[in-house]
Nanobody, 120 residues
């Protein structure tokens, strides 16, 4: 399984970007979907995920500004980011969290990341 993020770039504070994560198979139909971000020297942090009941969840820092969504085919995961702030600068990663229904083994698949830089 391969995940490839795109859509990152440089933007001024207050601007918008939409990140995409394309999976090599429709993995998002059966696996948990999430976006993380990481800045140098800090741990990767969860930004947003789609819960088991299908509802979106967001870290407090991005509530009201970011929107997570996925296509019905289960191939694309998106993160729409509005009103960007300088503190949103990070490398953004998509993750598919999967569980084997027979063994219960959990596997996480990650993309390579896409850089988002917000300047003041």
């Amino acid at each position: 399984v391969q995940l490839v993020e795109s859509g990152g770039g440089s933007v001024q504070a207050g601007g918008s970007l939409k990140l995409s994560c394309e999976a090599s198979i429709p993995i998002f139909k059966t696996c948990g979907m999430a976006w993380y971000r990481q800045v140098p020297g800090k741990e990767r942090e969860l930004v947003s995920r789609i819960a088991d009941d299908g509802t979106p969840r967001y870290t407090d820092a991005v509530k009201g500004r970011f929107t997570i969504s996925a296509d019905k085919a289960g191939t694309f995961l998106y993160l729409e980011m509005n009103s960007l702030k300088t503190e949103d600068t990070a490398v953004y990663y998509c993750r598919a969290g999967c569980e084997d229904p027979y063994s219960g083994t959990k596997v996480n698949y990650w993309g390579q990341g896409t850089q988002v830089t917000v300047s003041s």
